[in-house]
């Protein structure tokens, strides 16, 4: 053990961002930029309407601003303005060329903070890279292997609690079958297991704060959603803090990634400190949970409209592993029509469909001044769905990912995990995962639409279906046989 190791210091105070400070915090922000300089032009000016159709349909407002006024405008919605930034040259600004300009723990989103602590996701400069340092080993190559084989039994287990030749609600039996992945790779703890079902109960009361109207989210005080969202934190805290004490102070830290944080240093031999490792492990927690679940969802959904594809999957399952699950070498570089479809499902419903920033010094993008202090964003999801970009881009076309097309991309066109120094660390982890379950759900079921069901798509804080999504299983002849 290295308990008598220097912790890696912290960056600074924590600030929670309950609704009217952060409304206060933005307006400020703003009022100082407007002295420093003209903001982008665009839709600046208060209207109701636009505030209601963001929340509606966001990606159809940011397409249309894109058409009418180019890659780089200002949105007013609420009280709140932003110069939103589309395209491969702005997504590649903004991630990789010009991302000293920004910073993530004062733009929109800082509100996770109160749930997610200080991890990979809001912080940012050298605290941010220092702990990014000593957690890479967690997502080595050799752990994804081994965590290959609990996610292949955990999606095998959930397929065989179908109902063969019912209907399903595939976004809820995913989100579920995600944490118990999650459970075991993450922490080790058994999901069946009253600690994990207290851990579960704690983390899904607090993502219930971010699916409330914004109206309810400004709400502070006993028995609103933010009460309550620092009561399910306070819950967080005590139970992980207590399996992160009982591993310091035991022989082994684990085999899962909450051992391998435990354990990693960073080159001058600092470690984490045991609310760095809990602010860390919440924040993969947070982004893998709901990252995995909206990508199987979507992916299944996709290949319900597109039933050839479904059976092309099929096809290759079966020529590649015939009954048996498919191995982690399998899954990583034997299945490219699989990965082609998991592909382009992230470039349709990317699940971080905003990056939302604040402008920390005056910079100049596609001709426009933006003066410091300017809440900035760019959208993945509206990136993807550019006709300027990709031909037929509301298209489910997983032949765009074949090389030699994908080879003709500009730089930034593709960006679901982001790209450069903050690309996602779990990025392997997740994308294991999905093809995991993706492929257990092939090789057993074809997959058939509920009739009638309209998909409709809710925002916050990840893209995923808001009623669900109700899918009929039909039982295929051949398929993976139950595993012991």
Request: hydrophobic share 40%; proline share 7%.
């Amino acid at each position: 053990m290295t308990t008598h190791a220097t912790r890696i210091g912290t960056p600074g105070p924590r600030p929670d961002f309950p609704g009217p400070w952060a409304v206060a915090e933005s307006i400020r922000y703003e009022r100082s930029a407007r002295r420093r300089g003209r903001l982008p032009a665009g839709w600046t000016n208060y209207s109701t309407r636009r505030t209601l159709r963001m929340r509606r349909d966001p990606l159809g407002l940011l397409l249309d601003g894109y058409a009418r006024f180019g890659p780089i405008f200002g949105i007013r919605v609420m009280h709140d303005y932003s110069a939103i930034m589309l395209g491969p040259e702005a997504n590649h600004f903004v991630l990789v060329s010009g991302r000293d300009n920004f910073v993530w723990r004062h733009g929109r989103f800082g509100d996770l903070l109160t749930l997610l602590g200080d991890g990979l996701l809001t912080t940012d400069g050298d605290y941010h890279d220092a702990g990014r340092a000593i957690m890479l080993p967690a997502f080595h190559r050799d752990r994804i292997v081994a965590a290959t084989e609990l996610m292949g039994e955990e999606a095998s287990a959930a397929v065989d609690s179908l109902p063969g030749g019912g209907t399903v609600d595939l976004f809820s039996w995913q989100r579920a079958l995600a944490m118990r992945i999650a459970m075991r790779g993450l922490f080790g703890l058994d999901p069946d297991g009253a600690h994990a079902a207290d851990l579960v109960d704690a983390f899904e009361r607090g993502l219930r704060f971010h699916e409330r109207e914004f109206p309810l989210q400004v709400l502070i005080g006993p028995g609103t959603p933010w009460a309550k969202l620092k009561r399910a934190r306070a819950d967080l805290e005590r139970l992980l803090g207590a399996e992160i004490r009982r591993r310091r102070n035991s022989e082994t830290a684990g085999e899962d990634i909450l051992g391998s944080l435990l354990q990693s240093a960073d080159q001058d031999g600092r470690i984490l400190s045991d609310r760095q490792v809990l602010d860390h492990v919440l924040t993969l927690l947070f982004a893998g949970h709901d990252t995995t679940t909206s990508t199987v969802t979507f992916l299944v959904y996709e290949l319900t409209r597109r039933p050839e594809w479904q059976r092309l999957l099929q096809a290759e399952l079966d020529s590649v592993c015939g009954e048996r699950p498919p191995s982690a070498e399998e899954l990583s570089g034997s299945l490219p029509l699989l990965t082609q479809a998991i592909d382009e499902t992230l470039r349709l419903y990317p699940p971080a469909w905003i990056g939302p920033r604040r402008a920390v010094c005056d910079f100049e993008f596609g001709g426009r001044f933006v003066p410091a202090g300017v809440s900035v964003a760019y959208s993945s999801w509206a990136s993807h769905r550019l006709p300027d970009v990709f031909e037929a881009p509301d298209a489910f076309r997983p032949e765009r990912f074949e090389p030699s097309e994908r080879a003709n991309w500009p730089r930034g066109a593709y960006v679901p995990f982001g790209q450069g120094p903050r690309v996602c660390i779990g990025k392997r982890f997740g994308y294991t995962e999905v093809h995991a379950v993706a492929a257990a759900l092939l090789q057993r079921y074809d997959l058939e639409l509920e009739p009638g069901y309209q998909m409709q798509i809710r925002q916050m804080p990840t893209l995923s279906p808001k009623h669900g999504l109700p899918i009929r299983l039909r039982r295929r002849g051949r398929g993976l046989q139950a595993t012991a």
